[in-house]
C-alpha cells in the first residue's frame, strides 16, 4: 500500500483548517446572538401569541437534533427549489439553533432581574423597549455573561457536525487526512487537541465570570 | 419554480423502519445514560475523596473530553481501537464512545452534587460509626443525586440527541435509517420532518418519564 505519512504538510493543513471552524463559530455566535436577543424579548413580551411563537421556537430546536435540523436545511430545502452550499446551510441552521439556546439564556437573566426594576422604570414613564435597553439588560448583562461564554464552548464543539454535510473544517479534514495516511490516532489525536485548545481558554473564563458573579451575589446578600 | 407536491405516503409505508430506529435510538441512548451515569458516580467520587493523583487523573478526563467534539471522540474510539487489536462493531464502538462522552459530564454534575452536602453531615455520619463506604452511599450519594437530578437530566436529554451523530460511523439508528430512506424514496424533506417530529416525541416521552422517576425516587422530606 502507498499511504501518505501524516507529516509536517498535513498537521499543517490540519492546523489552518481550523479558521474554518473558527469562522462557522463567530457566525453562529454572531447570528444566534442577535436572533436570540430577539427571541428573548418575544418571550417575555406582553403579547400571549408573540410569547407561545417563541417558546415553540426554543422548543423545537432543543427537542430535535442539531444534524437533523442541518439536514433539512441541506438536503431538504429542494422542494421549494433551493440547494443551498453546504456553508449556507450550516451557517444559517446554527445560527437558529444557537438563537434558540441564546433566547433561553437571555430569557433567563431577564427574568432573574427583581420585578421593582420594572416597576420604578414603569414610574418613571419608560416604555417597554426603553425599559429593556436602559434598565434590565445592563443588569441582565452580567447575569448572562458567564453561561454566554459557556455556551460559545458548545457552538465551537456543534460546528464539527457540519462535516457531515461535506463542509472542510477541522474534523473533515481529520477524516480526510486520515483516508490517505491511515494513522487514526495521530490525526483525531491532533484535531482533539486543536478542538481543545479552541475551548479550553472559553470554559475557564465561564467558570471565571461564574466564580465573580457568586462572589459578588453572596457580597450583596451580606449587605441586604 | 415548480410547485411541490408533499408526499408522505412512501414514509408513511415504511414507519416499521422508523419505528425500529427510534427503539435503537432509544436503546443507545439508555444504555449509554446508565453507562454514563456509573462513570460520573465513580468519578465524582474518585475526584472528590480518591487520592490526590486520582483526583487530577479524573480531572483531567473531564475537561479533555468536555472540550473536544462528540464526533471527534466517537472517530478516535471507532478507528484507533483496531489498531490497539480491539475490533468493535460500530454500534459497540457508538456505545464506548457515547458512555465515556456522558461519563465526564456526569461526573461534573455528580461532583456539584457533592459538594453541595454540608460537612456536618458527614462528620455526624463518621460519629456515629458509619464505614466510609456507607457513608459515601446513604449521605452523600443520595442526597446529591437529589440535588443535581434536573441537570442531570438536561444532559441525559442532550445525549437522546447527540445519540444521532452515531450515523457518522454507521451505526444503525433513526438518523441512519433516515438518511437511508432518503436515498430511497428521494423525498428528504418529508423524511426529515417525520424523523424530526419522532426526536421531538423522544425528548418529550424522556422528559416525562424522569418527571415521574424523580416523583418515585425521591420521596423523603428534606
Redesign the interface.
Known sequence: MNLREFGLNEFGFLILSARWTILLSLIAFAGGGILGVVIASLRISASKPLRMIAAGYIR?FQ???????L??AY???????LSPDPWTAAAITFSLNSAAFFGDIFRGSIEAIPNGQWEAAKALSLRFIPTLRLVIFPQALKLMLPPTVGFM?QIV??T??A??IGLTEL?RT??MI?TVTFE??LV??T??LV??AL??PL?LLARHLEKRLEVEGRGRAALA | ??S?V?QFGPILIRSEELIHGAWLTIWFASVSMVLGLAIGILGAVARSFGPRWLSSLVAAYV??I????????L??VF??LP?LGLKLSSSAAAILALSIHLGAYATEIMRAGIQSIPSGQIEAAKSLGLKPYKIIRHIVLLQALRAIYPALCGQFILQL?????I??IAAEEL?AI??NM?MQTFR??E???V??II??IL??AFSLLFQGFSRFFFRWKT
Open positions: 423545537f427537542s430535535t437534533p442539531i444534524l437533523i435540523q439536514f433539512m438536503y431538504g430545502t429542494a422542494f421549494i427549489g464552548v464543539k456543534t464539527s457536525v462535516s457531515l474534523a481529520a477524516t486520515n487514526p490516532m483525531f489525536g484535531v482533539a478542538y481543545f475551548c479550553w470554559s | 419554480m415548480p411541490y408533499f475537561e479533555l468536555r472540550n473536544t467534539p462528540l464526533l471527534i471522540q472517530y478516535f478507528f484507533t489498531f440527541l447527540g445519540t444521532s451523530i450515523s457518522a438518523t433516515a438518511n432518503v428528504s424533506f423524511v426529515y420532518i424523523v424530526a426526536y421531538f425528548v418529550q
